[in-house]
């Protein structure tokens, strides 16, 4: 069969980011017609895909691994994960091989974000790491712990785990119902399958694991968490990734509140819109007074009492722990000001690339941080911080909100010499000025709402 690729294999192959292949696709009627795919992901065949680059004197490579990709894309869709699984190829081939995986398959696979397996990582640590929902190994194959042990339902994702952690112990299986690790472990780490209702409730009714209460039916992050404790050694730590709506959920707040109670919960931290990191640690010793509630990724400094969170709703949505002093009202309302709007003017669009691409290309020892938290080192000479940092926090802005799926190092961004880096680094620096005044009105209003309906503050 013949090979194939889409508009993001060309474009790598081209070296140019996707605005320019489509720009191609509309200004030249040569370029190759579509032989399949769908109408917003169509393919082409890589020998016409070739020719046309030649005859445009279009630069281009092919690599080995590119063209091993392309041979595997052949396969049904459906059968893409035993192909990989089966391919013969270096651990650095299948890496690559791996990841164009990933990026086929991000709907059925829901990878986790590289940016939030940084944020978990930089929050546990021990030699002995478990993922009972470990998919393809990413989790475990970013820790730097010495034994890694996964369990995984689908047979396909634990074989290509397995290819990825040679070193490592992949069991296949359900966790909930069939928990195939005996070891306990200093450090559990998961992202388990989230609104699972066939995740047996009645065939656990009676199980071990349920320390802290039955998880209801419509509960099954509170079966996952659970669960995740009982793998980690006294003292262990646990960091599970779970829907917001969890915090909350009417339905698990005995659970919740049992948690508190022991001193199982250290924090729980919003890392994306629509997804909580919940930190734990399998009790031992003195229950903490304070947790942390975390409405974005920072440092975990306690600052909630447990007493507070055990009323009748036991919410611990990070969102809604924000402080109502009103007299902060009174403090801000002087100051506050909305600073002047960038200037800004339509302009063709400049050839793009990437995040990613834009990081490999300047490396360096200077710091700039995602709003993520997650840290990129780059030469300043090379790519402008201001620019980078902008382009990270517009890359966030316009994420639809609930997606879990943002790789921020595939996104598009203009393509530019450092000068004009600097220009658009000053524009970003004024639009975040922008945006965290606007936040501040935000906070600002709320505090009146609820200084007036209160009663503490009245108008002048």
């Known amino acids: 069969m013949d090979e194939t690729v889409n508009a993001g294999d060309i474009a790598r192959l081209a070296d140019v980011g996707r605005a320019a292949v489509s720009n191609w696709r509309r200004r030249f009627e040569d370029f190759p017609a579509p032989v399949g795919g769908t109408a917003s992901s169509p393919l082409y065949l890589l020998r016409d895909v070739e020719a046309w680059l030649r005859r445009n004197g279009k630069q281009f490579r092919v690599s080995p691994a590119e063209r091993l990709w392309t041979q595997?894309?052949?396969?049904?869709?459906?059968?893409?994960?035993?192909a990989l699984a089966a391919v013969e190829a270096d651990a650095v081939t299948f890496e690559f091989l791996h990841e164009r995986y990933l990026e086929a398959h991000s709907r059925l696979l829901n990878p986790t974000p590289p940016e939030v397996i940084e944020l978990v990582l930089a929050t546990t640590d021990g030699s002995t790491v478990i993922d009972p929902a470990c998919g393809t190994g990413s989790l475990l194959k970013a820790s730097s712990a010495r034994h890694k042990i996964g369990q995984e339902l689908d047979p396909v994702s634990a074989v290509i785990a397995r290819r990825r952690l040679p070193k490592a112990q992949i069991i296949t299986g359900d966790s909930l119902r069939h928990n195939g690790i005996a070891q306990k472990a200093d450090a559990v780490l998961c992202d388990p399958p989230w609104h699972d209702r066939a995740w047996g409730h009645e065939e656990l009714v009676g199980d071990a694991r349920w320390t802290y209460g039955l998880p209801p039916r419509g509960e099954p992050e509170l079966a996952w968490l659970q669960h995740c404790l009982s793998l980690a050694k006294p003292g262990g730590q646990v960091a599970v990734l779970l829907p917001s709506a969890a915090a909350s959920r009417r339905p698990g707040k005995r659970i919740r509140g049992n948690l508190l109670r022991?001193?199982?919960?250290?924090?729980?931290?919003?890392?994306?819109?629509?997804?909580?990191?919940?930190?734990?640690?399998?009790p031992i010793g003195r229950v903490p007074e304070h947790i942390a509630l975390l409405a974005a990724p920072g440092p975990l400094e306690p600052n909630t009492r447990v007493i507070d969170l055990l009323d009748d709703d036991v919410d611990l949505s990070p969102a809604r722990r924000s402080g109502t002093d009103v007299s902060a009202y009174l403090a801000l309302q002087p100051t506050f000001h909305l600073p002047q709007l960038p200037e800004l003017q339509e302009q063709p669009v400049p050839p793009m690339t990437t995040i990613g691409e834009l990081i490999r290309s300047a490396p360096g020892t200077h710091v700039v941080t995602s709003p993520t938290g997650a840290t990129y080192e780059i030469d300043p000479r090379k790519l402008d911080p201001d620019f980078l940092e902008g382009v990270l926090r517009a890359a966030f802005a316009r994420t639809p909100t609930g997606s879990t799926r943002l790789d921020v190092r595939r996104q598009q961004v203009p393509s530019l010499p450092i000068d004009a880096q600097r220009r658009y680094g000053r524009t970003f620096a004024q639009l975040k000025a922008l945006e965290e005044s606007l936040q501040e009105a935000t906070g600002l209003i709320r505090l009146g709402y609820a200084g007036l309906l209160g009663g503490q503050i009245g108008p002048a």
Do not use: F, H, K, S
């Not at 595997?72 to 035993?82: C, H, K, M, P, Q």
């Open 72 to 82: 595997l894309r052949t396969v049904d869709d459906l059968r893409l994960g035993e």
């Open 262 to 282: 022991a001193g199982a919960i250290r924090a729980v931290m919003t890392v994306q819109p629509g997804r909580d990191l919940w930190l734990l640690r399998n």
